[in-house]
């Protein structure tokens, strides 16, 4: 039987004025600067970008704490596990099964439907290490929820973290992508440069065109 899709915690952190204080303040003396703003709709997926250190999942909640943002997360089973897995998800994760068998992009997108605010934060590199394509889950998601995508990154070289553009995804996954690629290579930089992921869809082998 196929283990039911995990949703969001209802007792996940919800930051307040105080929280937002001590992240700014913290955030601050180790010498980071958060940018941009909340976007004026009420549910959207924010990208993680680029996500190459384990440091980078403090920088944005660090960000998510100062914007004052019931941020969730959508992370693999394994980060869920004893003894962690109840500060995860009230941090905000929700675990997510990775074998074909389980259509998690449509369970994420009834379960947006759901509710009427949520807002999303995926990694779309999906791993630390280097690949020649980024993971189109969040992109589907978006498409199927109609809701748009927040380009939101950490860049180690600035020391600076924040909330791009907002733009809904039309349809056509190339031009989209195309759009995200031109916004990252200008405003982003991961902590280890050669573990940042390539921003196009993944090329199907011969076998499969």
């Given at each position: 039987m196929k283990r039911r899709f995990h949703?969001?915690?209802r007792f996940a952190l919800r930051p307040g004025r105080v929280a937002s204080w001590v992240a700014l303040r913290l955030m601050s003396r180790f010498g980071w600067k958060i940018e941009g703003a909340?976007?004026?709709?009420?549910?959207?997926?924010?990208?993680?970008?680029?996500?190459?250190?384990?440091?980078?999942f403090l920088v944005m909640l660090g960000a998510a704490l100062y914007f004052r943002i019931r941020a969730y997360w959508i992370g693999k089973e394994s980060l869920f596990r004893k003894p962690f897995g109840t500060?995860?998800?009230?941090l905000g994760g929700i675990p997510i099964r990775r074998d074909k068998s389980y259509n998690a992009v449509q369970q994420v997108i009834d379960e947006i439907?759901?509710?009427?605010?949520?807002?999303?934060?995926v990694a779309p590199e999906g791993s630390r290490k280097y690949a020649d394509h980024w993971k189109t889950g969040f992109y589907y998601m978006a498409v199927g929820?109609?809701?748009p995508i927040v380009l939101s990154y950490i860049n180690y070289k600035r020391k600076a973290v924040g909330l791009g553009p907002a733009f809904y995804p039309t349809?056509?996954?190339?031009?989209?992508?195309?759009?995200?690629?031109?916004?990252?290579?200008?405003n982003a930089a991961g902590r280890?440069?050669?573990?940042?992921?390539?921003i196009k869809v993944r090329e199907k082998p011969a076998s499969e065109g």
């Amino acid at each position: 039987m196929k283990r039911r899709f995990h949703r969001p915690s209802r007792f996940a952190l919800r930051p307040g004025r105080v929280a937002s204080w001590v992240a700014l303040r913290l955030m601050s003396r180790f010498g980071w600067k958060i940018e941009g703003a909340v976007p004026d709709v009420p549910k959207w997926i924010g990208l993680g970008v680029y996500h190459t250190s384990n440091w980078d999942f403090l920088v944005m909640l660090g960000a998510a704490l100062y914007f004052r943002i019931r941020a969730y997360w959508i992370g693999k089973e394994s980060l869920f596990r004893k003894p962690f897995g109840t500060l995860m998800r009230w941090l905000g994760g929700i675990p997510i099964r990775r074998d074909k068998s389980y259509n998690a992009v449509q369970q994420v997108i009834d379960e947006i439907n759901r509710h009427e605010k949520i807002i999303i934060i995926v990694a779309p590199e999906g791993s630390r290490k280097y690949a020649d394509h980024w993971k189109t889950g969040f992109y589907y998601m978006a498409v199927g929820a109609n809701i748009p995508i927040v380009l939101s990154y950490i860049n180690y070289k600035r020391k600076a973290v924040g909330l791009g553009p907002a733009f809904y995804p039309t349809g056509d996954i190339e031009a989209d992508f195309a759009t995200m690629r031109a916004f990252y290579v200008e405003n982003a930089a991961g902590r280890f440069p050669a573990l940042q992921n390539e921003i196009k869809v993944r090329e199907k082998p011969a076998s499969e065109g």
